[in-house]
């Protein structure tokens, strides 16, 4: 399982659902109501580290985070 | 990299910058302080951060500043900071003024576009997001439908 934790203003608890790659990850989400519309703005990291790779092979426990826009200061 | 709740205290940790530095011999230091602003009837601003993508994007500031012989810090606020207050607070240290002056507008500009820290506005002790001063970090869009792109 690999879970999907969402940061900042997305309302939507964490999701764990089976995945190969952040392709799965991509074609599941366009499905959730709360997270589709985000998904176009959105940055995503697997593990912590920030990924721009469709293709990138996941493996279970880790964890895919989707990062909205940011506005620090 | 400082992590605080609620509004920075920016005279003690600038102080405290300085004392560090004292012996270091650079000679340019120069500060970026922000303070909120009253506007749009808010109270304060709030902010959320992920911590670990921080920590690793501030890192990366580190490592660009020493290969230039210069050194960055920050300190940022978590949870809400009242008008007039300071939510942030970034520094650069250098030998000579010019390294100095470019990288503290690239590491702040950087900082905007890219730290993973999320905005709201207080209102009514409400938090809205501020979502059209929020800009997409780099590389988003991925998971979007081919058609929303």
Known sequence: MVKIEFLGPIEQDS???EAKSLEDVANFLQNIENVSSWLDRCAVAVNNQMCNDLSKKLNSGDVVSILPPVCGG | MELYQGSLDIKSIFN????????SNYGA???FIGTIRAEDNIEALSFD???P???????????RAEKRGAKVKMAHSIGDVPVHTSSYISAVFSPKR???????DEFVEDFKANAPIWKYDVVDGKRIYAENRSTPMSGSGILASKEDK
Request: aromatic share 18%; charged share 35%.
């Open chain 2, 49 to 51: 951060i992920y911590e």
């Open chain 2, 53 to 63: 993508i921080l920590e690793s994007w501030f890192n990366s500031w580190v490592d």
């Open chain 1, 15 to 17: 999701l764990e659902i």
């Open chain 2, 98 to 104: 010019r390294v100095a002056l470019e990288l503290i």
């Open chain 2, 29 to 31: 230091f120069i500060p």
């Open chain 2, 16 to 23: 405290r910058w300085l004392d560090e530095e004292r012996e």
